[in-house]
């Protein structure tokens, strides 16, 4: 990453953060319903990724922590933000909500909330990239605990038996749901579970973008050049409970202490600063920016789009008029 | 029109789709070098190779989901399931993330997988390899579910599920691969919703699906020759959605109603029909329809008792007298 690149990539993850937090907001004042899962803490782990793979080209699926993954491939924020708010303009018509994203346009593939579920998806995905003899990868975002799921040991093993090409990225934040990674899992570090599959598998610090960064691309470069799948662990945190109905009482404060040293936005930011290629005035000036644009932009479009209509509850369920359900057009 | 076999009308309908659009892939457990264990795919990996007729490791879940993650970029699917009792473990990917994806995507995407499968009591196979499924499947929003009683709905019926966009569950049955019957020369496309009439009748109609139909068959052929009973039979090859409005034509007609099916009788396909009757055609009735079902009992492993536990042609036969006060 150059410079610039860099500054984009420290601009996107700082709206991320403040995107969530206003998510919060949302949520406490009821606009937002359901359930609520944030991703502060975590925004190196998307943002390294997607910028060694190729946003809205290469196909991306994720579990239900997925409101970054579908901006970041591309996604219109208003629309994610629409979405939340339950509205017809929502990214999926407010049908689906915060755990279910989708923008195929933007081949952002779903938030999907059966843990582990994905997985399999992600493999199919590989398959059909594969038989139609296209340059793209698919690449399946999951937490830690989504490997303690039968999907996960069946998927791998396919993916590997059948070369396809496919990138899976854990995202280890160390807690399922609320038990701590260890508390649920015999073997804690992710990747050695994938050495049983004959998959190169990496861990890496989940809060250095420019790490995440550099390990993705030898992720990508492998599962692109027809090498079959790779399995990249990412070794981060999230700042809120698991949901918003999650008090967080499980974790020690000096963990969450420890962690909060280590924040993503605040590394890449003073590393840029210690550089001389940004100053804490740019920085603050950017920050506002992306408030000014969540207040005025994003919330009074997701505000005043209209919900989607209640005649149409039965729309999407099957097909409209699929000439096969009547035996072809006779 | 020729005469063959049920599982040669399904291989001819894989054949046809997969020499037609190149997305067509059949996937399962021992499809491909093996044949299939019902010999639907018989052939087929020496034609179409190993990309296209996959043999998949023994992971009913997953490769069920492969298949539908698959079809979001326009795959077609053929999917077996080897036994409907392993789909249990499949439920996950194909009514969570198959029947949902479409709605929930506000119809961005959509999973357009064929998934077939075996299910019914057959030769002492136990409990755990007897399970009748349709009617988990025929209540989930998003699934079209048809269940094929001959050679030519099978063939005709796996044809148009290739190619529409929903997903489609296929409810075959272990004992009727071998059932002979006419399949049209030319290509055939079976529609995906509605019901046939199996038997003209005017006293009663014996409603059935997949084997039933044959045991519903079987008993109006006594009535009649016993009991001068011309009974009506009506096939419900498509399960969900259920045909309302052939269910209520017929009863209009005769104004008794029997259901036959091969399931235990709670929340079956017998409750959803009568279920329909009294919504669509309460005041044509003039008995109280009954059901005709499987015991309430995991299928024992003991010839004797497997017997007792599933209905048959003669506990039709005895219904219908029942119920006309015979």
Redesign the interface.
Request: charged share 20%.
């Given at each position: 990453m150059n410079s610039a690149d860099k500054k984009r990539v420290l601009r996107e993850m700082l709206f991320a953060r403040r995107f969530e937090e206003r998510c919060y907001e949302a949520y406490v004042e009821r606009k937002i319903g359901g359930f609520l899962h944030l991703y502060p803490g975590q925004e190196a782990c998307v943002h390294g990724v997607m910028e060694a793979a190729r946003p809205g080209h290469d196909?991306v699926?994720t579990g239900y922590r997925d409101h970054i993954h579908a901006i970041k491939c591309g996604c219109d924020p208003k629309a994610v933000m629409a979405e939340l708010f339950g509205k017809e303009t929502?990214?999926?018509?407010?049908?689906?909500?915060s755990m279910?994203l989708?923008?195929?346009?933007h081949r952002f593939?779903?938030g999907?909330?059966?843990v582990g579920?994905p997985?399999?998806?992600?493999?199919?995905?590989?398959?059909?990239?594969?038989?139609?003899g296209g340059d793209e990868i698919?690449i399946c975002f999951l937490g830690d605990a989504a490997n303690n799921q039968?999907?996960f040991h069946?998927?791998l093993?396919?993916a590997a038996?059948w070369k396809l090409p496919v990138l899976f990225v854990c995202e280890n934040n160390l807690y399922g749901i609320g038990t701590r990674i260890d508390r649920s899992t015999a073997v804690v570090d992710q990747y050695k579970r994938v050495c049983g599959y004959g998959i190169p598998a990496a861990q890496e610090d989940g809060q250095d973008v420019e790490k995440v960064y550099a390990a993705a691309r030898v992720a990508v470069e492998h599962v692109r050049g027809g090498n079959g799948p790779y399995f990249l662990e990412l070794l981060t945190y999230r700042y809120r409970g698991h949901s918003m109905s999650d008090s967080n009482a499980y974790r020690p404060k000096e963990e969450e202490r420890m962690w909060s040293r280590r924040d993503p936005i605040i590394i890449l930011r003073d590393r840029l600063i210690e550089a001389g290629e940004l100053t804490m005035d740019e920085y603050k000036r950017m920050d506002d920016e992306i408030l000014h644009e969540i207040e005025h932009e994003i919330i009074p479009f997701a505000e005043q789009s209209p919900e989607p209509p209640v005649e149409e509850l039965e729309?999407?369920?099957?097909?409209e008029n699929?000439p096969?359900?009547?035996?072809?057009a006779r | 029109m020729a005469v063959m076999m049920m599982w040669e009308a399904i291989r001819r309908a894989h054949d046809e789709e997969m020499a037609r659009d190149p997305l067509v892939i059949a996937m399962g457990e021992d499809i491909g070098v093996a044949g299939g264990t019902y010999k639907a795919t018989q052939g087929l990996y020496d034609k179409y190779g190993p990309e296209r007729v996959i043999d998949t490791p023994i992971s009913e879940n997953s490769f069920t989901g492969v298949g539908i993650g698959a079809s979001f970029l326009g795959v077609r699917p053929i999917i077996e399931i080897m036994s409907v009792n392993f789909a249990w473990l499949a439920l996950d990917q194909i009514v969570n993330t198959a029947a949902k994806v479409r709605y929930m995507s506000g119809g961005q995407l959509q999973a357009p997988v064929v998934i077939r499968s075996p299910g019914g009591t057959a030769h002492q196979l136990g409990a755990q390899h007897s399970a009748r499924m349709e009617k988990v499947f025929m209540g989930i929003a998003g699934l079209r579910v048809v269940t094929p009683s001959n050679p030519r709905q099978a063939y005709g019926l796996l044809k148009s599920a290739v190619r529409c966009d929903d997903p489609v569950f296929i409810n075959e049955h272990e004992l009727m691969y071998n059932l002979k019957g006419e399949v049209p020369d030319e290509e055939y496309f079976h529609p995906l919703e509605g019901s046939e009439v199996a038997r003209e009748g005017r006293d009663v109609t014996l409603f059935g699906y997949n084997i039933s139909v044959h045991w519903c068959l079987q008993a109006a052929e006594t009535l009649a020759r016993e009991d001068g009973i011309q009974a009506e039979v009506v096939d419900l090859y498509a399960l969900s959605p259920l045909d309302r409005e052939g269910i209520r034509r017929s009863v209009a007609k005769t104004h008794r109603a029997v259901v036959v099916e091969e399931a235990e009788a709670p929340v079956g396909v017998g409750a959803e029909v009568m279920a329909v009757l009294n919504e669509e055609c309460f005041f044509e009735l003039d008995a109280p329809p009954v059901r005709v079902s499987a015991a309430m009992v995991p299928i024992p492993y003991n010839r004797r008792l497997e017997k007792a536990a599933i209905p048959n042609p003669q506990r039709v036969v005895e219904a219908v007298r029942r119920l006309l006060g015979r």
């Open positions: 196909y699926i929502g990214c999926s018509k407010g049908r689906g909500g279910h989708f923008d195929v346009a593939m779903g999907y909330a059966l579920g997985f399999p998806l992600a493999v199919g995905m590989a398959k059909a990239i594969k038989m139609k698919a039968g999907t069946e998927s093993n396919m038996l729309r999407y369920v099957l097909a699929d096969w359900v009547r035996g072809g | -």
